[in-house]
């Protein structure tokens, strides 16, 4: 049975070798090489480019229609409703140019494609097209630069409010610490010197601005409706507190102190009422349940936008937004500095 198996392969090599020896002749026979495509070769393949043309600009649509909602919802802060309004001129301004360029591309693929004796006309400089592809880029250029320097000096200067909140956000290898200013509603100093164990933020012990400020870990509240002016400080390395829901990132860098306010406008339940958002949860809880996992539900949160060492994945904090009424009941049960430090 073996010496069959060993003769029939020898038998398929041997008329594989002769078919191979065929192709060869017949290849010869031939006027031209095959690998020099024809003029008629040339006209299919133009055709199929103009029709890839058509269904990658359809597919790239439907892309956007079927998985658009798995993006980010509506933004939760005043600013941020500014920063998806620029965003979207942004993407229309994006998809106008990926449409005409495309369109330019495979278009011109199957109008000029190879012909027999055919010659490209040569020109070493246009003047109008200089100006048309240098003026056009300049104008929508400025005009995304100019929106987004005054939405961002907006977002930057410093807070003028005095109703409002103010949050200190430390970060560290690997985890947040939340500073809330207290009754004064001023921050007190802070000495690296004096970090111990009762004091990872290093708070100045003989300042009394520092008495009646709060420190909270794991989560932080904050009131809807009411201005939150953050600063930002970083004990080790280059931390970055993104908080997505509400368009807002700032750099935490060591030995200075960055800021960022915002003003929220939709508390947490009721962005758990969202469409978007029940059906993004959908999906995430039905893959949970699969792989035996309870399931979750939406809550804001405080991420580490830089990779900042091994455990950089560990750095989430939550963010409850509530009502002004529950936001002070929730502050109120929270022990003041003074109190932790004379433990």
Same mark, same amino acid.
């Given at each position: ?6 003769? %029939?392969?020898?038998?398929?090599? &041997?008329a ?37 043309m ?31 309004e ?57 005009? *995304? &630069? *100019? ?8 977002i930057?200067?410093?807070?003028? @409010?005095?109703?409002s ?11 947040? %610490?939340?500073?809330y ?10 000495d ?8 990872s933020m290093?708070?100045? $012990? ?6 009646d ?6 989560? &932080? ?7 939150? @002016?953050?600063?930002f400080?970083s004990?080790?390395? &280059? ?16 030995g ?8 929220? $406008?939709v ?6 009422? @969202?469409?978007?958002? *029940? ?7 039905? *893959? ?25 994945f ?6 409850? +937004? ?17 109190? +932790?430090?004379?433990?």
């Open positions: 049975m073996t010496l069959l198996y060993i003769l %029939t392969i020898l038998l398929l090599c &041997i594989l070798a002769y078919l191979f020896k065929v192709i060869d002749l017949s290849r010869a026979l031939k006027s031209e090489k095959e690998w020099v495509p024809s003029e008629n070769d040339n006209r299919t393949m133009g055709k199929f480019f103009l029709l890839f058509f269904l990658f600009i359809a597919w790239s649509f439907y892309q956007i229609y079927q998985y658009g909602y798995r993006s980010l919802p509506k933004s939760a802060s005043e600013h941020g409703d500014k920063v998806d620029l965003m979207r001129y942004n993407m229309y301004i994006i998809w106008v140019v990926f449409v005409l360029t495309n369109f330019v591309l495979f278009y011109f693929a199957w109008k000029y494609y190879g012909r027999k004796n055919g010659k490209a006309e040569f020109f070493a400089h246009d003047n109008k097209l200089e100006m048309i592809w240098t003026v056009v880029p300049a104008i929508v250029l400025a005009f *995304i &630069i *100019i929106f987004g320097l005054k939405y961002w000096n907006e930057m200067e410093k807070s003028t @409010d005095t109703k909140v103010k949050i200190e956000l430390y970060s560290k290898q690997f985890d947040w %610490t939340a500073r200013a207290g009754a004064d509603n001023t921050f007190g100093l802070d690296f010197t004096q970090i111990d164990g009762g004091n290093g708070l100045d $012990t003989l300042d009394k601005n520092c008495f400020d709060i420190i909270v870990k794991n989560e &932080i509240h904050i009131p809807v409706g009411v201005e939150i @002016d953050f600063q400080r004990r080790d390395v &280059i931390h970055s507190a993104f908080m997505p829901h509400f368009r807002a990132q700032m750099n935490c860098v060591p200075q102190v960055t800021r960022f306010k915002f003003k929220p $406008t508390t947490t339940a009721e962005m758990r009422k @969202d469409e978007q958002v *029940i059906r993004n949860l959908k999906e995430i809880n039905a *893959i949970r349940e699969k792989k035996g996992e309870d399931p979750i539900e939406f809550d804001y949160t405080l991420i580490c936008n830089k990779i900042c060492g091994a455990s950089h560990s750095m989430p904090m939550k963010i409850v +937004v509530e009502s002004e009424k529950d936001y002070k009941e929730w502050l109120a049960k929270q022990k003041t500095f003074k109190t +932790v430090a004379s433990k």
